[in-house]
């Protein structure tokens, strides 16, 4: 009878452990279609974002300026009626809200907008190039421990850590002076991100 027991214990843990691997697998390979397509539209979006570079960066301009002129008028607009309703007479809101006014228009019929987006994105390429090297060497070190454990693919990461690293210094050597550059990076952005999705679908995913 303890036998018996015992028996249809170890049989029970069996098929339990069997249902949780086909569960997992199961659950990966209906994964896997979605990873897939979402890869080949980043591909596909990095590609459409680089051919019309020109249109997107003229958009991304105009965005910018409309949206930091009407930031600046509605400080404006409220600056001033604080002041109107202002008993104390209160010279500050009047101050602000005419300064504000100014910078407005100031931006609507100069390049000062176009500038100022050139430095915001000098600062945000020059973070964002850090990012993608500092990602580089924490693939370098999955991929040297990947090797140290004798999996296959350990290469794999070793490519994609060196590619990130060098995306990352261009970022950062170019500066994203224009909007152009900042529309052909966000596109190769794009398309790495597709790549290394489907990278380690086929291959380090596999181990």
């Known amino acids: 009878m303890v036998e018996n027991a015992e028996n249809f214990e170890q049989t029970e843990d069996f098929a339990t452990e069997t249902l949780d691997v086909a569960d997992g697998g199961e659950k990966k390979s209906s994964r896997t279609p979605f990873l897939l397509l ?24 105009n965005i910018f300026k409309w949206a930091a002129a009407g930031i ?52 945000i390429g020059i973070m964002f190039g850090l ?24 290469f794999v990461p070793l490519i994609l850590g060196l590619l990130s690293i060098v995306l990352g210094v261009l970022i950062i050597y170019l500066g994203l002076f224009t909007t152009k550059v ?21 291959f380090i995913s596999k181990d």
């Open 72 to 123: 600046l008028g509605l400080i404006a607009i409220i600056n001033i009626i604080a002041f109107a309703k202002n008993t104390k007479e209160n010279i500050k809101e009047l101050i602000i809200g005419a300064l504000s006014l100014i910078a407005a228009v100031i931006l609507l019929i100069s390049d000062v907008a176009f500038k100022i987006e050139n430095l915001l994105l000098m600062v």
């Open 38 to 61: 979402s890869a080949i539209a980043f591909i596909v979006l990095g590609i459409v974002v680089i051919m019309f570079r020109d249109p997107i960066a003229d958009m991304v301009n």
């Open 182 to 202: 900042f529309v052909i990076i966000f596109g190769i952005v794009l398309i790495y991100a597709g790549v290394q999705n489907i990278v380690n679908m086929f």
């Open 131 to 154: 990012y993608l090297i500092v990602e580089g060497f924490f693939k370098l070190k999955a991929a040297f421990a990947s090797k140290k454990n004798s999996v296959k693919a350990w």
